[in-house]
């Protein structure tokens, strides 16, 4: 069923009642932006601070610590209530959730909106791709900003301008790829100016976006002394275009030839690496699309060592296997490119018994969408296809009948690897990722016994292809609620551009307690400098 998109008008009033010091604490979280289409306090830019009034009622409230039967109130944009019989007057809209679940919209933290990317540009933009987020059940992303020639400032600028048609709230990482000073004075602006507590350093995509081991050292050392995370794309880019040359030698130029031009061992080798030179620097690390059981088990050997280290899996990795990069259509095989690639049946149902057993922590999608023609690209030389899958809108649908449905995940695990998690290493927890009085009122319900079909014929991204066409699945979300207002209902979207809020995210979240402790710890065991008297001759 091709469901419609209503695009409603800007609210551009802010209504004070009894909840206006809660909101203004909250707000204060929210960007200050004085540009247009960035959320300021009190709403005057523009933001789409919603008067709606919803009470859910009859529902299971499922967060990651606990579920339980309760209804939910909101007003304003903000949980006001969670507790079981609520009245309401007749200007509340009433939502029935009888015998369904109750939870905190989906957190994506890896997108790629509107990136300039192996020569093209990503099919999704920031409306188009938050429009079918909000579809899928996820009420933010964290998107991936781009530097302009290695400048942080000029690609935070950039983004700015690419989100201004936001309809959901949203945050930033920022990649580096060059080092010098100013690189590193602009990522403190980053982290204390403009709300950005992360940053990516991509080891593969030699000649692009990859960074020495060198500029990975400084970075990490910067993150730490940032409170920033320090992310990272791992894949060996040196063999990667070793493993390239090799399949070009050997005739094979089709989408199989990406899938055996870097196999699983260069992502172990890359992961392992930076997982290696985090301990050195004594700093968090977040591995991002995990898509092979030889880098998840780097991850896991580091976790049981006691590092702290995040492993992302992406919805294709835990879903699809490389078979497809076989298939003899050129353009069906191209649309599962993706790096590091799909890999070989069986890594998928080892991703997702790390997931479940907390090996793996949180569900991204990296969704980065091409069309046909742009992958087309490739056709003659499996280089030039331009990497990246969809998945923003089928996230929370796939991880939900994959892990739950099959009786792999707890539904308060569910909650905690697409929404919680992510709140929490972000630093915004509670604000998102939970349904508790005070947080922000982005909640989807799900109905576990409704059924979906996905499609590209369907599906509200503007890309001609989806690499889940025809999967069907149990446990649909019936109903998204964005900043308090019901964006979704009844197969119908109802999104506003430009009311996207971008939410700032501190710096020192929780992966950064103790980090003191342990150096300190360490210079006390050096026994050094050994206090020698001088030599005589
Ligand atoms: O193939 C991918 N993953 N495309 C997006 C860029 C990246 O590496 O995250
Ligand atoms: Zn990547
Ligand atoms: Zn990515």
């Not at 350093?201 to 020495?212: C, D, E, H």
Request: aromatic share 8%; hydrophobic share 40%.
């Amino acid at each position: 069923m091709v469901s419609k998109i209503t695009f409603s008008s800007r609210r551009r009033s802010f209504r004070p009642d009894a909840l206006l010091v809660l909101v203004l604490v909250l707000l204060s979280t929210y960007e200050g932006h004085p540009m247009e289409g960035f959320c300021a306090i009190g709403g005057e830019s523009g933001c789409a601070l919603s008067s709606e009034k919803i009470l859910i009622m009859g529902g299971t409230v499922v967060n990651a610590h606990h579920k339980e039967m309760s209804d939910v109130y909101i007003e304003d944009g903000i949980i006001v209530s969670v507790k079981p019989n609520i009245r309401v007057g007749d200007d509340v809209k009433v939502i029935d959730a009888t015998g369904k679940y109750v939870m905190p919209g989906g957190i994506d933290p890896h997108t790629h909106l509107d990136m300039e990317f192996m020569g093209t540009v990503t099919k999704d933009d920031f409306f188009t791709g938050q429009a079918a987020a909000l579809a899928g059940g996820t009420t933010m992303h964290i998107d991936f900003v781009m530097p302009v020639n290695g400048n942080l400032t000029a690609g935070f600028d950039a983004y700015v301008e690419k989100a201004k048609r936001s309809a959901m709230d949203y945050g930033f990482h920022m990649a580096i790829t060059k080092w010098d000073a100013g690189v590193s004075t602009e990522m403190e602006q980053m982290v204390n100016e403009k709300g950005i507590n992360s940053f990516k350093f991509f080891m593969a995509y030699k000649g692009s976006l990859m960074v020495s081991d060198e500029l990975l050292l400084q970075g990490l050392k910067k993150c730490k002394s940032l409170g920033a995370i320090a992310m990272v794309h791992a894949e060996n880019g040196d063999a990667v275009v070793e493993g390239q040359k090799r399949m070009i030698e050997l005739g094979i130029t089709g989408p199989e030839g990406h899938a055996l031009s870097r196999p699983p061992v260069l992502e172990a080798e890359a992961t392992a690496r930076a997982i290696r030179l985090a301990n050195f620097v004594n700093t968090p690390l977040y591995v991002v699309h995990v898509m092979s059981i030889d880098a998840m088990e780097e991850i896991a050997k580091a976790r049981k060592a006691g590092q702290r280290v995040i492993g992302e899996p992406v919805v294709s990795g835990l879903i699809l296997d490389d078979s497809w990069l076989w298939h003899p259509d050129f353009t069906t095989a191209a649309k599962y490119v993706m790096s590091p690639p799909i890999r070989k049946s069986g890594h998928d149902k080892a991703l997702q018994a790390a997931l479940s057993t907390n090996v793996l922590q949180l569900v991204a999608t990296d969704h980065c969408t091409f069309n046909s023609t742009q992958k087309a690209f490739g056709s003659e030389d499996f280089r030039k296809i331009p990497n990246g899958v969809n998945g923003i809108e089928e996230r929370m649908h796939l991880v939900w009948d994959r892990m739950v449905e099959s009786g792999q995940m707890a539904i308060t695990d569910f909650v905690r690897v697409t929404s919680t998690e992510c709140a929490k290493i972000f630093n915004i927890y509670p604000q998102k990722g939970a349904v508790l009085e005070g947080s922000d009122a982005d909640i989807i319900v799900l109905n576990p016994n409704a059924t979906y079909k996905i499609s590209a014929a369907s599906h509200h991204s503007k890309s001609d292809t989806n690499v889940y066409e025809g999967m069907t699945g149990k446990g649909k979300v019936e109903v998204t609620i964005s900043q308090g207002r019901v964006v979704w209902e009844d197969d119908e979207l109802k999104v506003t551009p430009g009311s996207g809020r971008y939410i700032r995210m501190p710096p020192f979240g929780y992966l950064f307690d103790g980090i003191q402790k342990v150096d300190a710890s360490y210079l006390a065991s050096l026994n050094a400098p050994v206090q020698r008297s001088k030599a005589t001759s």
